[in-house]
């Protein structure tokens, strides 16, 4: 039986006609007929969070879980209140991730919005910044109104996936009484169609043949991507015949060490490309930032399918309103179809050559006891691993921590990398990790710094949690990366108030969440406690926390940088 408002069994029966399938729950009063729906509707599954501020998170995990682009819708689901504004570092990180998160938020009735009622706040438009749409739906009492109510369903869910995939927000106001269950079954779903995307028109793309006829030097340069199939679909087109420049947030094959090669490069204007085509998403790598900013004669063709425009280089001139991965075939097209002059041969070439001397440095390279050993230490046992099963990477999957983690990851991992990119905040990578692990049987693996994983703790108080999440905490006492950052040192305060240096672990957090704890405070058991982080099996979650010094590991990562190590 369902729910008696008929604005919660509309919306119910459109969530499920457009392809919901993981819906994360959290608890309340006023959300109750919500999550009594979507618990009673054989083709949801409920995944009950306490904290907003992680099953925000978990709904992103969830919704990476799913290969396929593009990615299916996942719904979130609040009471009224601020339980709304504990979702929004999430909602941030999936507005800029391009993720198609479906936030429901319960409400009271409008007359009681501002006159002193319980949990009571103008919640339309709460999150107006970081959604692509906002809609609160009627309670319906005719015809007229259930129709309304059903558009409006549509429309946010059509948003969610069109023109760019994106978070929205339905926002669903609920009369007293709250728990009456007597419908036998829902309404019939409406469902609109979106728009199908009309074939571009010709002067509309970029003539890339141009550049390859002439003789000129293009760099592709491709940013984070959700997909973590996009650059193996791309790859076999490239042939090596033009510079490709992306890392293990777009795909396995990525260029290790691009930031590293940067800093190894002599005679950079042998490297400046005469076009840029960009394809949107994060880059980790400053110093790459900051060098196509200073190629001051080269021409960006950007990806604006989306509708934004994005001047990252400072050298925009091209809007190509089509998708990354038609932009690069056309490029790579257009390098099949001309025959290559020695211009952009010799440059890629050069490219070519710089990126791989940047990997010898990494591979030869061994670093002491630290948290960069640990991370080396693991990925080597993971490339193993993969050696041994070529199918490995297919049942597995990597998420790192903001700050050092990720830029450590950047530098071993040959596999894609998962993270929380889109404003690059800490918060969240423990509960991203654990929505995806609950999504699948495969081994997913999270490796976090110590502020990220403190902060988000409350991942880990799930009952859903099985033994396939496994973590890998790296607790040097602080925030590592400041220990990093030229200049900060000259400050007084940089340990205590900037790095919130501590003396916490994670032997409570473990012990009250059934979590297996193992410890290394050495070589020796960093290396017996990764291989069992790796390959034991468990019924519960798994955590290796790595205890390092974080003077030694900035020394440790900053050496690699050093051409006279």
């Given at each position: ?308 425009v994005s001047d990252l280089f400072k050298?925009?001139?091209t809007i190509v309103c089509t998708d ?136 880990l108080w799930q009952s859903e949690l ?100």
């Open positions: 039986m369902y729910s008696s408002k008929t604005n919660v069994n509309i919306l119910t029966s459109q969530l499920v006609a457009y392809g919901v399938k993981h819906v994360v729950v959290c608890p309340g009063s006023r959300n109750a007929p919500l999550v009594h729906n979507f618990a009673e509707h054989p083709q949801l599954l409920c995944h009950p969070v306490t904290d907003e501020r992680s099953a925000g998170f978990y709904a992103i995990g969830l919704c990476l879980s799913n290969p396929i682009y593009p990615k299916s819708p996942v719904a979130i689901c609040v009471t009224s209140g601020s339980a709304l504004m504990n979702l929004s570092p999430a909602i941030v990180e999936a507005y800029y991730r391009h993720l198609p998160i479906i936030v429901i938020s319960a409400d009271r009735p409008a007359q009681w919005i501002g006159q002193g009622d319980g949990q009571t706040m103008v919640q339309h438009g709460a999150l107006q910044n970081f959604v692509a749409k906002t809609v609160t739906l009627p309670e319906p009492h005719d015809d007229d109104e259930r129709w309304f109510c059903s558009r409006l369903v549509c429309e946010a869910m059509i948003r969610s996936q069109y023109p760019t995939l994106a978070p929205v927000h339905i926002n669903v106001p609920i009369s007293e009484p709250l728990f009456d269950f007597d419908e036998p079954e829902l309404p019939k779903a409406q469902k609109i169609l979106a728009p199908t995307c009309m074939e571009q028109l010709e002067n509309n793309l970029l003539n890339l043949s141009y550049y390859v006829s002439n003789d000129r030097r293009v760099l592709v340069v491709v940013g984070q991507r959700s997909d973590a199939n996009f650059a193996k679909m791309v790859e076999e087109q490239t042939n090596g015949h033009f510079v490709f420049l992306y890392d293990a947030l777009v795909g396995s094959n990525g260029s290790r060490g691009l930031d590293l090669a940067l800093s190894m490069m002599e005679d950079e204007e042998s490297y400046q490309p005469d076009l840029i085509i960009y394809s949107g998403g994060d880059i980790v790598s400053k110093r790459l930032k900051q060098f196509l900013r200073r190629c001051n004669n080269a021409q960006v063709a950007y990806d604006g399918s989306g509708g934004e050298h925009l001139n990354s991965l038609r932009i690069i075939l056309n490029a790579a097209k257009s390098f099949k179809e001309t025959k290559i002059g020695n211009e952009q041969q010799q440059f890629a070439e050069r490219w070519h050559s710089l990126l791989k001397n940047a990997e010898n440095r990494i591979d030869e390279y061994q670093p002491a006891y630290s948290s960069m050993l640990a991370v080396k230490t693991f990925e080597e046992e993971i490339n193993q691993q993969y050696s041994n099963d070529k199918q490995y990477y297919r049942e597995t999957a990597f998420h790192y921590g903001n700050g050092m983690a990720v830029r450590m990851a950047l530098l071993y991992a040959r596999h894609y990398v998962y993270c929380n990119r889109g404003v690059n905040g800490i918060e969240g990578t423990v509960s991203t990790a654990s929505g995806h692990s609950i999504a699948t049987n495969d081994r997913i693996f999270c490796i976090v710094g110590d502020l990220g994983f403190f902060y988000d703790s409350n991942a099985k033994g396939n999440l496994r973590i890998m905490l790296l607790n040097n006492g602080g925030g590592g990366i400041f220990q990093t950052l030229q200049g900060m040192e000259n400050s007084p305060v940089r340990d205590k108030l900037f790095a919130a240096t501590h003396q916490a672990t994670a032997e409570g957090i473990c012990l009250q969440n059934d979590v297996v704890r193992l410890t290394a405070n050495n070589e020796k058991e960093l290396i017996e406690g990764i291989q069992t982080l790796v390959n034991a099996d468990s019924q519960r979650p798994m955590l290796l926390e790595v205890f390092t010094d974080p003077k030694n590991d900035a020394e440790m990562y900053m050496k690699i940088y050093n051409k006279q190590q």
